[in-house]
């Protein structure tokens, strides 16, 4: 078959897997197009990077299982964009340590500071101007979608940028794996010295993979304990704190936790829309500010998922040939931006924090005031604040407690929480409890 006769064909079969109107939004616009093909590799290019990153984390496997009915076998499919300076690598690839695996446009300049991360982006900044010398390691945590990775990588870049090479990004899978292949061809000590050897500043992201891994736990100590005796920065990333990683080794958990902890929030509805706001005017989108809002307050937990739903609206604002207003937007994202649920009430609160404290809803709403009853009630009455969006009068009814109480105990947890990393968390954390995440 030609190439336009495998790329029909291969449009076919992705229809049959994704619906007719997703796959034509993403095939027939011009966002996706084929590059190259042949009988065991497809390349693939995206329109701008926004369209690579939404269809790498959402349609690849689809992708790759269409390509593979189009020619009855498996098929290596390649995926690129637009602009790109240079192809990006497959997943399962590793690079080898001259090859610093930085992404050119995750930099500061385009990173957007809100309260959710300002002290994270202030202290990689530090990082990245002093390396070696300020909060070795860093260790930046948070879930997945929010912008650890391009605060990282962000590191990355201006320290390379300044010094030339010595810089190494890649994630924790790709450690494993690299790992894994100097175990099986017996290069553990060429592996081993390359990282000693070339690297002044190692990123790895997504590093709670590793835990449990005995081997590669043990090559992380030692690569850690060289590099930090020899005044190299290291920096990790991670959905959850050092604490909380399960199976981490205890040393290794000592070792992350050494340096300096900053964690990435989910963004407030104003910062989101900046967000939105950036990568809009990047795509060329003309984005109405009440369609901005509506996109970011119903996606906020997610800068990704954020930008999916942008790149998404840009492709049918391309297919359809539409104006992009607030009913075109609820017309046709009403699946992927469903109806906000409502705010878990009090009473849900209350029962959510007692049950992780192990104590009883009555302690909580009682007059006993030990340290393992009067710490949740603060805490329960903060959620309360921040997460039901009740006001101190209506907080001081549910508990039995005066406005000034109320007050006292809000304002007094949410001042600790900007200064510790460890409350941050905990808060994060009950939050996705009582909202049922």
């Known amino acids: 078959m030609s190439i336009d006769a495998n ?33 065991s590799v497809v390349r693939l290019r995206a329109e701008n990077r926004y369209s690579y990153e939404w269809i790498r984390d959402n349609l690849m496997p689809q992708i790759v299982a269409a390509w593979g009915e189009v020619y009855g076998q498996p098929i290596d499919v390649q995926l690129t964009w637009d602009g790109a300076n240079a192809e990006p690598e497959a997943p399962t690839r590793s690079k080898g340590h001259k090859a610093s695996g930085l992404n050119r446009e995750m930099t500061f300049e385009n990173f957007v500071v809100g309260k959710c991360n300002d002290f994270a982006h202030g202290v990689a900044s530090a990082v990245a101007d002093a390396p070696g010398n300020a909060y070795n390691p860093l260790f930046v945590y948070g879930a997945s979608g929010l912008g650890k990775s391009h605060l990282v990588q962000a590191i990355g870049n201006r320290v390379e940028k300044r010094l030339g090479g010595g810089v190494l990004y890649l994630s924790g899978q790709q450690f494993l794996e690299q790992m894994v292949t100097a175990i099986q061809n017996n290069a553990v000590a060429p592996f081993r010295d390359g990282f000693r050897r070339d690297i002044d500043l190692l990123i790895i992201d997504d590093i709670q993979v590793i835990a449990g891994r005995e081997r590669t736990e043990e090559e992380i100590f030692l690569l850690f304990e060289h590099m930090l005796g020899g005044k190299k920065q290291i920096v990790l990333a991670a959905d959850q704190p050092p ?44 984005l109405p500010s009440d369609v901005q809002y509506l996109i ?19 492709a049918m604002h391309a297919f359809y040939g539409r104006p992009i207003t607030m009913a075109f937007v609820q017309e046709k994202l009403a699946t992927l931006l469903p109806p906000e649920a409502p705010p878990p009430s009090p009473e ?35 959620l309360c604040r921040s997460v039901a969006n009740l006001s101190f009068p209506e907080i001081g009814r549910v508990f039995g407690r005066d406005n000034s109480t109320v007050q006292y105990a809000c304002k007094k947890v949410a001042v600790e929480a900007k200064k510790d990393a460890n409350l941050r968390a905990e808060l994060d954390h009950l939050e996705k409890i009582v909202r049922g995440r």
């Not at 079969?13 to 197009?33: F, H, M, V």
């Not at 300096?260 to 407030?268: F, H, K, R, T």
């Not at 954020?306 to 840009?314: H, I, M």
Request: proline residues 5%; aromatic residues 6%.
């Open 296 to 314: 970011a307050q119903r996606a906020r937990n997610s800068v990704r998922e954020a930008e999916g739903v942008l790149n998404r609206l840009n």
């Open 243 to 286: 604490q909380e990683i399960g199976k981490l080794t205890p040393r290794l958990r000592t070792r992350f936790a050494a340096g300096l902890i900053a964690d990435v929030q989910p963004p407030d509805v104003e910062t989101m829309m900046a967000i939105l706001g950036q990568k809009a005017r990047v795509l060329r989108l003309e």
């Open 348 to 382: 849900v609160i209350i029962k959510k924090v007692a049950e992780n404290y192990h104590i009883l809803p009555n302690d909580i709403k009682g007059e006993r005031r030990p340290a393992n009853i009067a710490r949740p009630r603060q805490l329960a009455m903060y």
């Open 7 to 39: 790329w029909l064909a291969f449009c076919d079969a992705l229809e049959k897997r994704i619906g007719a109107q997703e796959a034509d939004i993403w095939t027939r616009t011009g966002a996706l197009k084929a590059e190259y093909i042949n009988g």
